[in-house]
C-alpha cells in the first residue's frame, strides 16, 4: 500500500482558525494609536489618512502608523500583523476594489482581531461577496467588514473624502465607539 500524501487546501482555510470572538472594543478612541494597514492599491494610503485624520480631530484619537503590506492579493504576513498589534491600539485596513484584494483585506482583519486587535476592514461595494466568501474560509462568516461606494482608486482628494464621510459613522459602530 503506498505511503499517504499531505493535501493543501487551496482556500488557505485552517480547521483550527474558527474563532469568531472579536477583541475587545475600546469605549473611547481618545489617545488611542491607529494602525493602518495599506495594501498597496491606488488610493488605500489617502483614505486610511482621511479617516485617521478625522478620528484624531473629531474623536481625540492619538497618532496615526502606516504599514504596508508586501501584495494586495494575500494577507499580511505574519511577522506585520505581530508588529502592529505591539504598536497600536486598534486598525483601519483598505482598501479591497478588486476580488482578490478584498479578501485579503478581510483576511487581515480577522487575523487582526484574533490577535486581539479591534480592527475595520474596508472593501468597495462591488466586492462584497468576495470579502463574505473569505469571512466564510476564515471560520468567521459574521465578520463585520465594511464597504466604501466602488470605486476608490479613481477618485481625487475631495472625493475619497466623500468617502471617508460617508465611512466614518460605521467605522465608529464597528470599533464600538458609535458616537
Given at each position: 500500500m503506498a505511503g499517504r500524501e499531505k493535501l493543501l487546501d487551496p482556500t488557505g482555510f485552517d480547521e483550527r482558525a474558527t474563532d469568531s470572538t472579536l477583541a475587545p472594543r475600546p469605549t473611547s478612541l481618545r489617545g488611542l494609536r491607529i494602525g493602518m494597514l495599506d495594501n498597496t492599491k491606488?488610493?488605500?494610503?489617502?483614505?486610511?489618512?482621511?479617516?485617521?485624520?478625522?478620528?484624531?480631530?473629531?474623536?481625540?484619537?492619538?497618532?496615526?502608523?502606516?504599514?504596508?503590506?508586501?501584495?494586495?492579493?494575500?494577507?499580511a504576513k505574519d511577522d506585520l500583523l505581530k508588529q502592529i498589534v505591539e504598536e497600536c491600539d486598534v486598525v483601519i485596513t483598505a482598501v479591497g476594489d478588486?476580488?482578490?484584494?478584498?479578501?485579503?483585506?478581510?483576511?487581515?482583519?480577522?487575523?487582526?482581531?484574533?490577535?486581539?486587535?479591534?480592527?475595520?476592514?474596508?472593501?468597495?461595494?462591488?466586492?462584497?461577496?468576495?470579502?463574505?466568501?473569505?469571512?466564510?474560509?476564515?471560520?468567521?462568516?459574521?465578520?463585520d467588514f465594511l464597504a466604501a461606494q466602488h470605486p476608490v482608486a479613481?477618485?481625487?482628494?475631495?472625493?475619497?473624502?466623500?468617502?471617508?464621510?460617508?465611512?466614518?459613522?460605521?467605522?465608529?459602530?464597528v470599533l464600538g465607539v458609535e458616537s
Open positions: 491606488p488610493n488605500a494610503v489617502l483614505l486610511l489618512q482621511e479617516i485617521a485624520g478625522e478620528l484624531q480631530r473629531r474623536y481625540g484619537a492619538g497618532e496615526s502608523i502606516l504599514y504596508t503590506k508586501d501584495y494586495f492579493g494575500t494577507p478588486c476580488g482578490s484584494c478584498s479578501a485579503a483585506t478581510v483576511a487581515d482583519g480577522i487575523l487582526l482581531e484574533r490577535l486581539g486587535m479591534p480592527t475595520v476592514s474596508i472593501v468597495s461595494d462591488s466586492f462584497l461577496v468576495s470579502g463574505a466568501a473569505m469571512a466564510k474560509v476564515q471560520g468567521f462568516p459574521g465578520f479613481s477618485l481625487d482628494e475631495e472625493e475619497i473624502r466623500g468617502r471617508m464621510q460617508a465611512l466614518m459613522p460605521e467605522v465608529l459602530r
